[in-house]
């Protein structure tokens, strides 16, 4: 298991130039990106964000391994994020329903993950 999640954080790492170290890292879907999440991404509170799309398990590994600092999420079932969430979760971190506080649950009567946020434990 150990190897599997070293795999993924190895295929997550992006290959930034080191001027963008400084920029906010958020990462979207390959896919699209919805109204909600481009609302959310134009609510951070700044205006130098570097935009970077992966698969929803890649992005989620990224944000744990702090290569990216927040994810909002575009549509998903649990078995898309459930690892990598529990992932997420021992360092730190959580997924956040979109708009509340209260964090993503699994193992529901409905396997679609509400749209969700990642990033730091809020306080």
Request: glycine share 2%.
């Amino acid at each position: 298991m150990l190897h599997l999640l070293q795999k993924a954080l190895c295929l997550a790492q992006p290959t930034l130039p080191l001027e963008q170290e400084e920029k906010l890292r958020e990462v979207t879907s390959k896919l699209y990106i919805s109204k909600e999440t481009q609302d959310f991404i134009d609510k951070l509170n700044t205006k130098n964000i570097e935009q970077i799309s992966r698969e929803s398990s890649l992005k989620l590994c990224m944000v744990a391994q702090g290569i990216l600092d927040v994810y909002p999420s575009a549509p998903t079932m649990e078995l898309d994020t459930a690892v990598a969430g529990a992932i997420v979760r021992e360092v730190s971190k959580m997924m956040y329903q979109y708009g509340c506080d209260d964090p993503i649950t699994y193992n529901n009567e409905n396997l679609l993950n509400p749209r969700f946020v990642v990033q730091q434990y809020k306080d």
